[in-house]
């Protein structure tokens, strides 16, 4: 049985930085795409960021380019987004989920068929 279990969210002032963690039990990241999206209350979930281990294209919403960064653990099983200069705009439910999208879906949610539960991240003064 495949299971994600997200960590790391909690309340951070505008321009800090937080680390979240992404941990799978029932796969290796290195065989599948990971990502992470974002939701917010009454509004669709939306791509944050997206890595595909064998080839190392990576994907980023343009508001995050430069800021954030998906990186992986050596096991392959803990991939992480690294966040920065975070803005109270962030605030949200952040989600990973892994699959073997096609490059047409790595930034859409069909593209993914394992979900974790997601963790909170809110950003404010």
């Known amino acids: 049985q495949v299971q994600l279990v997200e960590s790391g969210g909690r309340l951070v002032q505008p321009g800090g930085s937080l680390r979240l963690s992404c941990a799978a039990s029932?796969?290796?990241?290195?065989?599948?795409?990971t990502c992470w999206f974002r939701q917010t209350p009454g509004k669709e979930r939306e791509f944050v960021a997206a890595?595909?281990?064998?080839?190392?294209?990576?994907y980023y919403e343009d508001s995050v380019k430069g800021r954030f960064s998906i990186s992986r653990d050596t096991t392959g099983n803990t991939a992480y987004l690294q966040m920065n200069s975070l803005k109270p705009e962030d605030t949200a439910v952040y989600y990973c989920?892994?699959?073997?999208?096609?490059?047409?879906?790595?930034?859409?949610?069909?593209?993914?068929?394992?979900w974790g539960q997601g963790t909170q991240v809110t950003v404010s003064s």
């Open positions: 029932g796969i290796t990241f290195g065989a599948y795409a």
């Open positions: 989920a892994a699959g073997r999208p096609i490059t047409s879906t790595i930034t859409t949610q069909r593209g993914y068929n394992f």
């Open positions: 890595r595909r281990w064998a080839t190392g294209a990576v």
